[in-house]
T-cell receptor
């Protein structure tokens, strides 16, 4: 069965610290990878996505993620976090076999708290 | 307009009640989704509609009945729910229903079943 693992459930950082959130998936085929973010009181929104090509993808607000196929990983990074980055971060995966439909599977999320 | 609007925001219902959750988008998206999210858990896919037809049902109990009356609206009819069905119900939409699509999420309906 498809699964997405986010090992860090709660990360606490001070402003300007560097961030790396881990995401691993279990699927042997081609996958599409996403990071969604949910700011306090707001809805889920897309941060960045990877479909193919350059495995280092850049998203909004200075976030980037690197797809490492051999490690089945898609870790999210930011060199210097801000207080406004406090949010819940979800890694998500859709298998891509040329299907016309997509099932988006989410990890359990990582709560990031940034102290000013 | 890049919003997915869900109503109501909060709903409390008894196990014998019948209620409906509503979702609306005006982005011209042809795929709409229902997700269920329990506290401290990831969102779990329930249903996918593509071009107003039910495409995916993730083995959801029949006490949840989705309906897509037109391309902008998605309903979730609730009947004879159990307390364990209490959760945040999220609606989402995307341009199409493919695996590459970006989903736009609503803020959800927080449902409590007593």
């Amino acid at each position: 069965a498809q699964s997405v693992s986010q090992h860090n459930h709660h990360v606490i950082l001070s402003e300007a610290a560097s961030l790396e959130l881990g995401c691993n998936y279990s699927y042997g085929g081609t996958v599409n990878l996403f990071w969604y973010v949910q700011y306090p009181g707001q809805h889920l929104q897309l941060l960045l996505k990877y479909f193919s090509g350059d495995p280092l993808v850049k998203g909004i607000k200075g976030f980037e993620a690197e797809f490492i196929k051999s490690k089945f990983s898609f870790n999210l990074r930011k060199p210097s976090v801000q207080w406004s980055d406090t949010a819940e971060y979800f890694c998500a995966v859709t298998p891509d076999r040329g299907s016309t439909l997509g099932r988006l599977y989410f990890g359990r999320g990582t709560q990031l708290t940034v102290w000013p | 307009d890049t919003e997915v609007t869900q109503t109501p925001k909060h709903l409390v219902m008894g196990m014998t009640n019948k209620k409906s959750l509503k979702c609306e988008q005006h982005m011209g998206h042809r795929a709409m989704y229902w997700y269920k999210q329990k506290a401290k858990k990831p969102p779990e896919l329930m249903f996918v509609y593509s071009y107003e037809k039910l495409s995916i049902n993730e083995s959801v109990p029949s006490r949840f009945s989705p309906e897509c009356p037109n391309s902008s609206l998605l309903n979730l009819h609730l009947h004879a729910l159990q307390p364990e069905d209490s959760a945040l119900y999220l609606c989402a939409s995307s341009q199409e229903a493919g695996p590459n699509e970006k989903l736009f999420f609503g803020s959800g309906t927080q449902l409590s079943v007593l």
